[in-house]
């Protein structure tokens, strides 16, 4: 049996297509959301919009702290594992979530797959970095999005035989999307669509640099506001402070198809999330990254992507780099989603050859 753990919104997004894949073939496999997202618009609207069943198991993990959160995701899926006895544990990028199942994966003894692997960023004051690196290191087979991920890999010593070229499940959900995409809300004629989720970002002095970063820039900013970061806004009172303007426009989260239809009508977006980077570059739109790093190189070396910090800097090469703006092509693999479950399928009926 084949069990597959997500828990926040990106996880679901980027699964859906393995899921949809096991759903076709009619393979029995179980879900386990850790519910590490857990408000509606975070969580649940992705799995009615993607069309991913209701999972079988919940573990209540919510807001916590990393150790907290992780310990209590541990728990749970432990207790899942011993009770359903599953084959292999599919996880996917480098949150908690992912942490958690591939520590208790390997401790009772279960094959773990990681969906994603070899993303690195290269910093590992990023929580996320640390995750996905630990993840790496304990799975017994890894899908490697693109071939610098797998290079990534192979520097590390992970075996060569572990490593599947698979390509991103990513673009075949924004395939998908795109035909179902919706603009949620009226919105300029022209605009950059912001996000800024990570924690290490959501912070007063990085926020106010944000926002005086979007201040500078020649069209309006629609800034989806995570509910980490609205959070700070409100107790710092910087919502208030650039409301004032009309020029940031500040909302609430949306579901994929409203990012999908925000996205395809962007003039360029800005924002710290590593999976809305790849998707603005996959539809050909300019991505400043408030962030000294990424874990998609590629999206730079194509031209689609400037890091640019946060700091009194920013503005500046943030305008320099959209002025210049001429991006090349990111190569993909067709249908990885056929690629990952080929594999699991043979694992289960044949171990690891």
């Known amino acids: 049996m084949i069990s597959i753990l ?3 919104r990106p996880e679901v997004i980027k699964l859906a297509p393995v899921i949809w894949e096991l759903d076709r073939r009619k393979q029995d496999y179980l879900l386990v959301h850790s519910l590490q997202h857990y408000d509606y618009n975070m969580n649940k ?3 009615e919009e993607l069309g991913v069943r209701e999972p079988d198991v919940f573990l209540e993990a919510g807001s916590d702290s990393d150790a907290r959160q992780t310990s209590k995701i541990m728990i749970g899926f432990e207790d899942f594992i011993k009770s359903k006895k599953p084959g292999i544990v599919v996880v996917e990028g480098d949150t908690n979530t992912v942490l958690a199942g591939s520590i208790v994966a390997k401790k009772q003894g279960v094959l773990l797959a990681h969906v994603e692997a070899g993303a690195r960023s290269f910093d590992k004051n990023m929580p996320e970095e640390v995750n996905r690196i630990a993840c790496d290191h304990l799975s017994d087979v890894l899908f490697a999005p693109n071939g610098g991920c797998m290079k990534n890999l192979l520097n590390e010593k992970v075996p060569k035989e572990n490593i599947v070229l698979s390509g991103n499940t990513q673009f075949e959900t924004l395939q998908f ?13 022209e605009f950059a669509l912001v996000t800024m989720h ?3 970002n959501a912070t007063p002095e990085k926020l106010s640099m944000l926002l005086k970063l979007l201040s500078s820039l020649e069209i309006p900013s629609i800034f989806l506001v995570h ?3 609205r959070k700070v806004l409100l107790e710092s ?6 409301a004032k303007e009309k020029k940031i426009i500040l909302k609430d989260p949306v579901g994929f198809f409203g990012l999908v239809g925000l996205l395809k009508n962007a003039s360029f977006v800005v924002t ?4 809305l980077q790849k998707e603005a570059a996959f539809l050909d739109k300019a991505v400043v990254i ?11 070396e194509s031209g689609h992507a400037s890091l640019v910090g946060l700091d009194g800097n920013s503005p500046g090469k943030a305008r320099n780099f959209l002025s210049k703006f001429k991006p090349g092509k990111v190569k993909e693999i067709d249908r990885p989603s056929k690629v990952i479950v080929d594999k699991l399928v043979s694992l289960l009926e044949g171990g690891m050859t």
């Open 177 to 189: 999307a795109l035909k179902k995409a919706i603009v949620p809300f009226e919105t300029p004629a």
């Open 237 to 242: 009172g910087l919502d208030e402070k650039y």
């Open 6 to 8: 997500l828990g926040t």
């Open 272 to 275: 710290d999330s590593g999976g």
């Open 290 to 300: 408030p962030r000294t790093s990424t874990e998609w190189p590629e999206i730079l």
């Open 227 to 229: 509910p980490r970061t």
């Open 45 to 47: 609207i992705f799995f």
């Open 198 to 200: 990570r924690k290490e």
